[in-house]
C-alpha cells in the first residue's frame, strides 16, 4: 500500500523546495541540480512550475532561483492557527471548568466556519462534535457570532443557494429572519444557538477580533436545556463574553493578522 502511495515527483519538488532553503540568496539550475542528484531538465520544469504559480523568482543577470514571499506566508499562516489555538486554549478550559460544560473554538476560512479546538466536559450529558466539523451559519451560535461582524458578500458566500436548511423546528430558514437575527448579535455581542442544530441543546458563541479589528474567530459554550436554567444561562453568556474579550484583547497584543 505504501508504495503504491509514493509519488517520486512530490519527492522531488520538496528536495528542490529544500535546497532553495538552504541556499539562501538562491542559486542557478546546474547547483541545484548537483544538491538533489537530479537532472537539470527535470529540476528546470520543476522549478519553471513552481515559479509560475508564484512560489520560486529568478533574479539576477545570473537567472538564480529563489523562494518568494508566498513560500513563508504558508509558515506563518499555519503557525498563527497554531497560535489562535495555543492562546485561546487557557480560556476555553477556564470556561469549561468554571462552568462545568463543553468549550469550542472556530476560525472562518474561505469555505466556511471550521471547528479548530474542543475541551468538553466528562458529564455523560453533553453535546459532542468534532475538531474540523463546519458549523452553518444560520444555525450555529459560533456561525451566527462571527456572520454578525463579516460584510454581507461574505456571508451570502457562506450560504447554500436557495431555501437555507432545517435541522430542528427552532432552525431560522429565512433569509430575512437570519438577517434580522444577525442584527441583534451585533447589538448584544453575542449569539444563541437555542436548539437550532440539535434538539435539547442550546450554545452561547462570541467573535474573536485580529490586532486590525477584524473578525476571524469565535468562541462558544454548550449545554443541555435539561442543564441550563435562566440563572445559568446569564452565566454563560457573562463568562462567554468576558473571555472573547480577553482573547481578542491578547490578539491584539500579539499583533495578530488573522
Known amino acids: ?17 529544500e535546497s532553495l532553503v538552504e541556499s539562501g540568496e538562491g542559486a542557478g539550475l546546474k547547483d541545484i541540480a548537483a544538491r538533489v542528484g537530479l537532472i537539470k531538465s527535470s529540476v528546470f520544469r520543476i522549478l519553471f512550475t513552481l515559479k509560475e504559480i508564484g512560489y520560486v523568482e529568478q533574479v539576477g543577470e545570473s537567472g538564480r532561483y529563489r523562494l518568494t514571499f508566498k513560500t513563508a506566508g504558508l509558515v506563518r499562516r499555519s503557525s498563527q492557527r497554531l497560535t489562535l489555538a495555543s492562546l485561546a486554549r487557557p480560556h476555553l478550559a477556564k470556561l469549561r471548568d468554571r462552568l462545568q460544560e463543553s468549550a469550542w473554538l472556530g476560525e472562518h476560512r474561505r469555505h466556511g466556519i471550521v471547528l479548530i479546538d474542543a475541551l468538553e466536559v466528562s458529564h455523560p450529558l453533553k453535546l459532542s462534535f468534532h475538531v474540523g466539523d463546519l458549523c452553518p451559519i444560520h444555525a450555529t451560535a459560533l456561525g451566527k457570532a462571527i456572520a454578525a461582524y463579516l460584510p454581507r458578500e461574505q456571508v451570502d458566500a457562506l450560504l447554500p443557494k436557495g431555501k437555507l436548511p432545517k435541522l430542528t423546528s427552532r432552525t431560522l430558514v429565512r433569509r430575512s429572519q437570519l438577517k434580522a437575527e444577525l442584527l441583534g448579535v451585533r447589538r448584544r455581542g453575542y449569539a444563541i444557538n437555542d436548539e437550532e442544530t440539535i434538539e435539547g441543546a442550546i450554545l452561547v458563541g462570541a467573535p474573536l477580533f485580529d490586532s486590525g479589528g477584524k473578525v476571524f474567530a469565535g468562541i462558544s459554550v454548550s449545554a443541555p436545556t435539561a442543564r441550563c436554567s435562566a440563572k445559568k444561562r446569564r452565566e454563560i453568556i457573562e ?3 468576558a473571555a472573547s474579550r480577553a482573547i481578542s484583547r491578547e490578539l491584539r497584543d500579539a499583533d495578530f493578522h488573522g
Open 1 to 17: 500500500m505504501s508504495a503504491r502511495n509514493h509519488i517520486d515527483l512530490t519527492v522531488k519538488t520538496m528536495s528542490v523546495l
Open 239 to 241: 463568562q462567554v463574553l
